[in-house]
């Protein structure tokens, strides 16, 4: 949960991972035999230097302010544009350090749900298969296997695969596992969430 918690609120726009890159490498390096980073910035983590090359892949970036594919062409006028930071004027937005061309990502700390295993919070695609990643290295550290194990935490997949493309080019993989978070299925929609 603790792993979670961090991972979720780390912030990492597509291109302004270093945040999250710090946290990976932090939580990595006990137990590569290597770490390096390719041109984009992805994390490269080894275990082994012989056998079959296994490349486990997550993404370490996360949604953040973009502009939608089709409003790409068009120009909007500044005073169109608004992003409540909860400022009431320009000096207190200077004095929180913000300024223009800053990456955005929500403000949703990470939560326990009334004790549960629940846990809301942001950036879960692919926070989650970074928390898998980490374990996975955690655990094959000390159980023998046959294989050079390549992780591979990736930038900017959210804006199109690209750390994905230049790490698979710098590891050459003979095979290739994307661990990815997808979308739950298990909201109750229509239906009273507490019985009447």
């Not at 979720?8 to 390096?29: C, H, L, W, Y």
């Not at 035999?33 to 993404?59: K, L, N, Y």
């Not at 997949?157 to 993989?173: C, N």
């Amino acid at each position: 949960m603790e792993l979670l918690r961090l991972l979720s609120n780390t912030a990492g726009a597509p291109g302004f991972e270093e945040p999250i890159r710090k946290v990976m490498v932090d939580q990595m390096r006990p137990y590569a035999t290597s770490i390096t980073f390719d041109g984009m910035g992805s994390i490269i983590a080894t275990q082994a230097t012989t056998g079959p090359r296994i490349m486990v892949d997550a993404h370490m970036d996360e949604l953040g302010g973009m502009v939608p594919a089709d409003e790409r062409t068009r120009v909007y006028p500044r005073d169109s544009l608004f992003l409540d930071v909860g400022a009431s004027s320009e000096a207190e937005v200077r004095a929180m350090g913000i300024s223009v061309g800053d990456p955005i990502v929500p403000d949703a700390p990470f939560e326990v749900l009334n004790g549960t295993a629940n846990y809301p919070g942001k950036g879960w695609d692919d926070r989650v298969g970074c928390a898998v990643v980490v374990e996975a290295v955690r655990r094959l550290a000390t159980t023998p296997h046959p294989n050079q194990i390549i992780y591979a935490i990736t930038t900017q997949e959210e804006i199109g695969l690209r750390g994905a493309h230049t790490a698979s080019d710098v590891i050459k993989p003979d095979l290739g596992i994307a661990i990815e978070g997808g979308i739950t299925g298990d909201v109750f929609l229509g239906r009273p969430a507490v019985p009447s």
